[in-house]
């Protein structure tokens, strides 16, 4: 069966209260497709009491809490999902891509910094949850496209992110800060 993944915490911030209004979209057209979500719930923004009663019950959606280490979950799904309003920096885009996983994300900062459109996945508008399902819709319909995707996206994050490449960028620009203070 197709599966969406969500990796984060359970917070309105996270577009988590959209996620029942994307997986119900997609079972429309895609009726065997699972919801698997991975990550606590956390008071400080939470999200509705309809949003919990569909992760906690809904059929085909499947909650399993935190978990130390999500690579089981990113191995087992067909496409990331992620409706986050904001993020400081999407790490969780660098492990779905790492993971050859593709993605489905809002175009917000955060997230264009870390996942390249049309090439680690598909960005969409910000709270548009129709066109979030449909990005979805089309990654699960399309083999070829998930594929290149997915090999796409673990290029891309080891020729952009991998700590080699990281360490380097922090070196060079230690570099010019110590030369520009001479």
């Excluded at 497709?33 to 009491?49: C, I, K, N, Q």
């Excluded at 009663?53 to 990113?74: I, V």
Aim: with cysteine.
């Amino acid at each position: 069966a197709p599966v969406l993944l969500f990796v984060g915490r359970i917070i309105g911030e996270k577009g988590v209260d959209l996620l029942p209004r994307i997986h119900a979209r997609i079972r429309e057209m895609i009726p065997g497709a699972h919801l698997v979500l991975v990550g606590p719930e956390d008071d400080r923004d939470p999200v509705t009491s309809e949003t919990l009663a569909y992760l906690r019950g809904a059929p085909q959606t499947h909650w399993l809490g935190y978990r130390s280490d999500p690579r089981a979950a990113y191995s087992l799904a067909d496409v990331f999902v992620f409706p986050s309003y904001f993020e400081g920096f999407a790490n969780v885009l660098l492990e779905c891509a790492a993971m050859e996983l593709p993605a489905v994300a809002f175009d917000v900062s955060g997230v264009r910094e870390v996942m390249a459109d049309g090439v680690s996945g598909t960005l969409v508008p910000s709270g548009d949850a129709d066109a979030m399902s449909d990005a979805c819709i089309a990654i699960l319909n399309d083999p070829e496209l998930r594929a290149r995707m997915a090999k796409d996206a673990r290029a891309r994050v080891v020729a952009e992110y991998s700590s080699e490449v990281v360490h380097a960028e922090i070196h060079r620009l230690l570099d010019m800060v110590a030369q520009a203070g001479r």
